[in-house]
């Protein structure tokens, strides 16, 4: 819950059984609002909508109001978000939806509220639908090369030559689009980095904001989400690596330093910090004098997993003790207070979600990356395994979460984004374990939306790569132990989708001085050096 709900004069419930059933008992329906602590038109809308006494007054004897924070409960947010945040969302008391919106004002939600008692006194339960995703499974197919070629024609067909970034509209930063762009169309990764460097970079007080409101990356929306920054560090680490640009170095290091201070609860990364414009429209010397945007401390396990993935990238490129150490400490307090016999906990507290996929996946992330970077791999088998078998249906769907709860909670959600960071970081760990196991439930994962590969646009590009992945799979397998010369050159050198392996040597059929390129399995050579290894990765 917000500060700001204690400002209103609504009579909020938690989220759950309890308040769906009064609902039932009373004969009405629910109004849901899908907060964050982030958003300034959340707490705009609970001083100035909510907080009307008239309004609330109807809410209070006409529905049974439920208020949910979207970050904690993101199988929720999946369910029930009407595009942005504050969602408004009225609902039976099965959960199904009636209709929705995101910020309203005064006279907007006098009369939705008044459309809705009408729709609900004339048909009731009736009324109610499920969300399109809930009702449809995946369009399951065969991954193939065309998969890739699609999303290179998307690349071509979107870029905004004038500006940078793809499409003609609002510009948010894509980095894993960039990642894909960056081995095969990168004169567009570049451009994008730069101009997400010049408008999305706070140059005062570091990290990134979410997006630009104009084409011309202008009107930036100024919060900043742990996660996101930790995606664009990780995008401008690879475009550092790819070109040598001095300026991805710099920008990606501002990204960290806000991570590790601002960001920093001294266990781990905090989740977001507000986006208070008129604060960051203020000049350094104003802002000096200013209170800064409110701070979330919550620590999310999945927000922390790519956190600890993307300084260890920047540590692998850089050598940046920093970043390393970070990580190092967060993966541990991870993987020591929200990780038990590989089930993810999404943050501390007793009420918290458990085994939702976002944070088996981001969790997973990290462990492998550390175990590539740093040859420690934490529980990241126990986290996959439990992730498999409790959560991916025999036909390679991925689920959500574990099903069950309150609302549509019953009904499986099969989430492309988070499938795909699964498979992503299976992918990874077949190498790291030489387990093919996890190569084939990778594939069964990306092959579950096979079918819409035609579909997809720009900003699941991210697919693209996993599948391109699959099929053309590059292992370097390093016989010595992490941070030996050779496997600090593998990092460096190799493609950044291709998996790093150290302590190679241990399970396979690999000198203890040697480094080795295998591509889907076939071995491709050998190099005792990081020249002879840049030798081979180039020819």
Known sequence: MTDSADETHVEWREWGEDAFEAAERAGKPVLLALVTEWSEESHNMDLATYAEPRIAANINDGFIPIRVDADRNPHVRERYNMGGFPSTVFC???????????????????????????????????????????????????????????????????????????????????????????????????????????????????????????????????????????????????????????????????????????????????????????????????????????????????????????????????????????????????????????????????????????????????????????????????????????LQDEDGSVRDGPTGGAGLLDEPLYPLDTTVELADALLDLAALTGDEQYRAAAYDAVAAFAGAGERMGVEVAHYATVAARLDDFQVIEVGTEAGSDLHRAALRLADHEAVVVPMAQESRDLPADEARLVVDGEKQGVASTPEELEALLIA
């Open 92 to 390: 039976t008391p099965e959960g199904e939806i009636l209709t929705g919106a995101t910020v309203l004002g005064i006279d907007g939600f006098r009369e939705i509220l008044d459309s809705v008692r009408r729709t609900w006194d004339q048909q009731g339960e009736k009324a109610g639908s499920l969300p399109r995703p809930l009702k449809e499974e995946p369009p399951r197919g065969k991954v193939t090369a065309r998969i890739e070629e699609h999303m290179i024609e998307q690349l071509l067909g979107t870029f905004d030559d004038e500006f940078g970034g793809w499409g003609n509209d609002v510009k948010f930063p894509l980095p894993r689009t960039v990642e894909f762009a960056l081995v095969r169309a990168r004169d567009q990764a570049t451009r994008t980095l730069d101009a997400i460097q010049t408008h999305l970079l706070d140059t005062y007080d570091g990290g990134f904001y979410r997006f630009s409101r104009n084409r011309n990356w202008g009107a930036a929306r100024c919060e900043k989400l742990a996660d996101e920054n930790a995606a664009v560090v990780r995008a401008l680490a690879h475009g550092y690596r790819y070109t040598g640009e001095e300026s991805y170095r710099e920008s990606a290091e501002r990204g960290i330093e806000f991570l590790t201070t601002t960001l920093w609860t001294g266990d781990a990364f905090a989740a977001s910090q507000g986006g208070d414009e008129e604060y960051f429209r203020f000049e350094p010397s104003e802002r000096a004098d200013a209170d800064a945007p409110a701070v979330d401390e919550t620590v999310f396990a999945g927000h922390n997993g790519l956190a600890i993935d993307a300084l260890l990238r920047y540590y692998a490129y850089t050598d940046d003790e920093t970043a390393r150490q970070y990580a190092r400490q967060a993966r541990d307090t991870v993987t020591e207070t929200l990780v038990e016999d590989g089930r993810v906990q999404r943050y501390p507290g007793a009420d918290a979600p458990q085994g939702l996929l976002v944070d088996q996946a981001r969790t997973l992330r990290g462990l492998v990356t550390s175990w590539s970077v740093l040859g420690e791999p934490g529980p990241a088998v126990e986290v996959a395994e439990w992730t498999l078998s409790t």
